[in-house]
């Protein structure tokens, strides 16, 4: 992934700044490997997963839990989670070598296919958009209206629980510290410092997640994708 971003950095922008090459990305284990026969397996298909991220060099990780095919994780299970990923940082030491897998030919080969698929997919996509290939249904033979399909509705019970819940935490909070946290938040945006601790410090004070939101988007403005390919 990195190297297809650095080359279609490269071809797109023709940057000046090396830094503009690099790409920071997060990574999840898959969910849809996990099962719910013998699940205390998925722990073992976690971890390997996990390693695998870290031995790319991602940015940020979250590890699935073992009960996730039955229904959300307990407490315990998400711990386990964690601790998966804490006994791979400090334990295993392969955090400790930038890009320990460099110069191994099987994981170039394996690199070098990956590229390719995705130069193909990429290819085939741009020949559906222009209607080189057809797809039923999408470029060729759609039809106007159709006929909706069943999908899961949501009980606006729900909604309304939430947003009660909501507005008695903004009645009840304490102000004086929402308003620290929230203008302590500001200052870090503006300033270029790091962000995650005044993140914390706004939960604390019980700030919501859209009132963080706004104030960055007070700060930055809302980004607009100039990129086409």
């Known amino acids: 992934a990195r190297r297809i971003w650095a080359k279609e950095i490269e071809r797109r922008y023709h ?11 997060h990574a999840q284990t898959a969910g849809v490997s996990l099962t719910a026969q013998q699940p205390y397996n998925n722990v073992v298909r976690v971890t390997l997963q996990a390693l695998a991220a870290v031995l790319g060099g991602t940015q940020s990780l979250h590890t699935n839990s073992l009960d996730e095919t039955y229904a959300l994780p307990t407490k315990e299970a998400v711990t386990l989670a964690l ?26 080969h394996l690199t070098d296919r990956m590229e390719d698929g995705f130069e193909a997919s990429f290819h085939f996509q741009q020949q559906v958009d ?8 999408i470029n060729k033979y759609a039809t106007e209206a159709e006929p909706p399909i069943p999908t899961l509705a949501i009980d606006p019970e729900v909604e309304r629980k939430q947003i009660a819940r909501l507005t008695e935490t903004r009645r009840t909070r304490d102000r ?6 929230i203008d302590a938040l500001r200052n870090a945006a503006k300033h270029g410092e790091e962000l995650m601790p005044r993140f914390l410090e706004c939960a604390r004070a019980h700030a919501s997640v859209g009132e963080q939101v706004h104030v960055l988007k007070e700060v930055f403005g809302e980004y607009h994708d100039p990129g086409y390919f």
């Open 15 to 25: 940057p000046k700044n090396e830094r503009a090459f690099l790409m920071r990305t």
């Open 83 to 108: 601790r998966t990923q804490q006994v791979i940082a400090h334990e295993s030491g392969v955090a400790d070598t930038i890009d320990p897998l460099a110069g191994s030919y099987y994981l170039e």
């Open 130 to 137: 222009e209607g080189e290939k057809i797809v039923v249904g």
């Open 176 to 181: 004086g510290r929402w308003n620290e946290s």
